[in-house]
């Protein structure tokens, strides 16, 4: 589980990434976490939203532009920095 907070430090979700969710570390160059998963309700994530993964802090430099899937579905593919 990972849990995505607002910038003022309120968790805005808990999610389960999917399989297509990546970490990515580069030698001087910005490490990304891409998350990709399903709400079944909108969020609405926003810059400088976060979360911790694996010890580091990653942020949204994008607003997060979801794909409603039905009434109920919400999908998302964030990319954090």
Known sequence: MVTIYGSDGI???EIEAD??????????AGNTLS???TLYRHV?????????FEGE???????AQPRQKS??????????Y
């Open 35 to 37: 998350l990709s998963f």
């Open 11 to 13: 968790a805005k979700a």
């Open 19 to 28: 399989d297509n969710s990546t970490q990515a570390k580069e030698i001087q």
């Open 57 to 63: 802090r990653y942020w949204l430099m994008d607003a």
């Open 71 to 80: 009434t109920m579905e919400w999908e998302y593919n964030l990319v954090f």
């Open 44 to 52: 609405a994530f926003d810059v400088n939203d976060y979360t911790d």
